[in-house]
């Protein structure tokens, strides 16, 4: 039996951080989340700095995951089902820089992963001839979010139910 040495981790930001870390939340496998700020130019920003837009930082979540329960594949087919990756820099009613669609990989074959399941989407013609926009970028320096972004949907009761079968 092979021994477990802890969670992997992976970086997505897709729109708001609270309901990119509450779809994450309800994957089996997926151990703990963390909203917050990355991909940006200011230590330790505060999410007034975030949304001005001169910061550069993504709202992102940070996914910490069992790959023996749940692959880093699986998780970005879950992000490309949670949001409009043809968008630049805004979901919904979101907009800004802050709310770009971005994988922030953690080592090269999360990268190859990235870039081999964002062409896929890309060819399967799912949006038309609109080029999916999500940056690939490396993982940098993570600023976790202000306590009350954590957990917001469990916290406010607001409840989260996008759950698409494939997750159960």
Not at 14 to 38: H, L, N, S
Not at 74 to 82: E, H, N, S, V
Not at 108 to 132: H, N
Request: aromatic share 14%.
């Amino acid at each position: 039996m092979e021994e477990y040495h802890g969670p992997e981790q992976a970086t997505f930001a897709a729109g708001c951080f609270w309901g990119v870390e509450a779809a994450f939340r309800q994957v089996k496998g997926v151990v703990a989340t963390e909203a917050g700020y990355t991909g940006g130019t200011v230590s330790n920003p505060t999410y007034q700095q975030v949304c001005s837009g001169k910061t550069g930082h993504a709202e992102a979540v940070r996914v910490f995951f069992d790959p023996k329960v749940v692959t880093y594949d699986q998780l970005l087919d879950i992000f490309w089902g949670i949001h409009d990756p043809t968008q630049v820099n805004r979901q919904g009613p979101d907009i800004g820089t802050s709310y770009r669609s971005a994988i922030f990989y953690h080592s090269p074959a999360q990268k190859a992963a990235a870039e081999a399941s964002r062409d896929r989407l890309q060819r399967s013609g799912r949006f038309g001839r609109v080029p999916v926009a999500t940056e690939i970028a490396p993982a940098a320096e993570f600023w976790k979010a202000e306590e009350y972004h954590q957990q917001y949907f469990e916290k406010c009761g607001c409840g989260y139910s996008a759950t698409p079968k494939y997750w159960e």
